[in-house]
């Protein structure tokens, strides 16, 4: 059974604007997808349609062969859901606040205490378990968002910019433990972020949106022969011939090649028309390259 099912998607909202157009999309058991695109691309309408938070427009959908929108408490039991901005209770401290979330799924409080002191640990939150959330830092929140959501030991996770906020040592533990959810529990994750170079270093898959649309799917290598682009060679050289490569900088130049085999055959030319070789490298075209490929858009998305 998939985890995740959508044929022929969409949303419309009122006034006409067609949020989800048409998506058709299956996620196996496990995998981490990236759902990818700018603010506005139609990712958190999807998350809301798998979550039965909004109803289809047109098409369905599925999380573990149940219809959300008809079943929402049965897929919300199933499911955890981390949004960019992490909504708990100010007045109860770190600990309190995952034993109520804990009881709300149908918890002891013996076993949500449990549970959450350990998240807590992961999570690297143990020292404030006792500190009110409104004490809390944007990145201490969204960490406990995260643990909140797992206090029940869903089957999917739905990860919305799960790393907002966050300093690079704390998005780097919570790399970390979406990768082991995913290796050890078997735990699918549905990861939406406009944070290309970031959803490139943890997913094993990806859907990329624009404009309400899905424009590509698959793994990274598949992405990248959608493109048709090879390997790139990025040389630093004194005296470099002329006409042999593109000169991006300073005595830098990039230079288009098939694959890595064509690198040694370049230097020798290189060197024996008197260049001069200070570093050789290669390059294969990036999500964010390909991103910005298929939909034709040059400027970076926000970092």
Not at 12 to 31: F, M, N, P, R
């Amino acid at each position: 059974m998939n985890a995740v099912t959508m044929n022929s998607l969409s949303k419309i909202y009122a006034g006409g604007k067609k949020a989800v157009d048409s998506v058709s999309l299956s996620l196996s058991q496990g995998e981490v997808f990236g759902f990818l695109g700018p603010n506005g691309a139609g990712k958190t309408t999807t998350v809301k349609l798998l979550n039965g938070m909004l109803s289809p427009t047109e098409g369905s959908t599925s999380v573990f062969g149940i219809e959300p929108s008809q079943n929402p408490e049965k897929v919300h039991a199933l499911s955890g859901v981390v949004t960019e901005h992490a909504q708990m209770y100010d007045s109860l401290t770190g600990i309190q606040n995952l034993i109520f979330y804990g009881s709300v799924f149908g918890l002891g409080e013996t076993e949500s205490k449990k549970r959450g002191m350990e998240l807590l640990e992961q999570l690297e939150l143990s020292d404030a378990k006792d500190t009110k959330l409104a004490a809390y830092s944007t990145g201490m929140r969204q960490r406990l968002s995260l643990a909140r959501a797992l206090i029940h030991q869903p089957q999917i996770l739905f990860l919305d910019e799960p790393t907002s906020g966050l300093d690079p040592e704390s998005a780097q533990n919570v790399h970390s433990m979406i990768r082991r959810l995913s290796a050890e529990k078997g735990i699918t994750v549905f990861l939406c972020t406009h944070q290309l170079r970031y959803a490139q270093e943890i997913c094993t898959r990806y859907g990329l949106m624009a404009e309400g649309r899905l424009i590509a799917e698959g793994t990274l290598e598949a992405l990248r022969s959608r493109i048709h682009a090879g390997m790139q060679v990025k040389l630093k050289v004194k005296n470099m011939p002329p006409d042999l490569a593109r000169r991006t900088d300073d005595d830098t130049y990039e230079l288009p090649i098939r694959s890595e085999d064509e690198i040694p055959q370049l230097v020798q030319q290189i060197a024996g028309a008197g260049g001069q070789i200070y570093h050789v490298s290669s390059k294969l075209p990036s999500l964010e390259d390909i991103y910005f490929t298929l939909t034709g858009k040059k400027e970076e998305l926000p970092q």
